[in-house]
């Protein structure tokens, strides 16, 4: 239920890089709720504009391309002139880049954009708000990094490299940005389900399409604690800690939102062992190892 005016974030002025859809627009939505005045800095005027229209007067859109400083610079002027402050920074926006399983397939192009919004824009990002939030005593930056960033893996090379800059930047600002009260904090979310997260179907009919989606949303449980797929509000769920008050003596952190995925590989062999034995000898209890 929205707590609006007595919500967490009430009075609040935050910043939601990519707020517009996904991950983003999940986050504008729960901190609207809780009484923040939120602006959207996306590149999708369609779902920032409708957004902003759905959601009210606490919310609204502004054109911002991340990987551009000039549009950056543009962003921070506005809020200046039309809220005086920014007390929440919410780097989200971010792109994965062509989706080449070979790092030897990669574009130079490619790597470059990807590096230039999800890493050098959050960064300069960082730096506009923190110059701010300095100057008001204090503030909350919350940085989307990824399990990509935790864990090499196949493809998306450039991605999780950013990430992983995100991840020991996020670390390297909180120890120098501490003193003034700005905490820096990371959230690692696992696969969520937004037009980032699911997995291209080109090519395939109606039912491969279906039947692959189903053995990939078999395969995440089976690798994760928590038996159901994340979606963009648990993720906000933890943008909001982070943002807020509850986390007040937080700073540095990298919290995965993630299902337990994270916790240890021995869970997923445990898990994957456990389905084998299950299928050859279904009637044995947990305890058959
Ligand atoms: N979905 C997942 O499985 C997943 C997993 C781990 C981490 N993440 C991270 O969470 C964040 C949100 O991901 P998502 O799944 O919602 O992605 P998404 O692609 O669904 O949405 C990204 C949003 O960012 C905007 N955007 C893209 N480039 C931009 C730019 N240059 N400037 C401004 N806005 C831009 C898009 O218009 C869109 O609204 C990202 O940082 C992503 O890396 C997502």
Redesign the pocket.
Known sequence: MAAGDSGELAGRIAIV?????????AITELFSEQGARVVI????GE??EALAAELGERVCYRP?????RADLDALFAFVDSQFGAVDVLV??????GAFSARFLDDDMADFERVMQ??LA?LMYASQQAARRMRDRGGGSIVN?????ALNPGYAIAS?RAA?AGVINFTRSLAIDLGEYGIRVNAI??????????RVSTEGLNEDQAAAMQAELDEAWLISQPIKRRGT?RD?AQAALFFAGERSAYVTGQVLAVDGGGSAGEAINRTALLARVRAKYFPGEGEEGA
């Open positions: 890089t990519g707020g517009a859809t996904g991950i983003g627009r800095a996306d590149i999708d779902h920032g911002t391309d991340v990987g551009d780097n989200n926006a971010a792109i994965t919004v999800n824009g989307l990094a990824s399990i990509a991605y990430k690692a979310p696992g696969s969520i389900p937004t037009s980032m997260g963009p993720v």
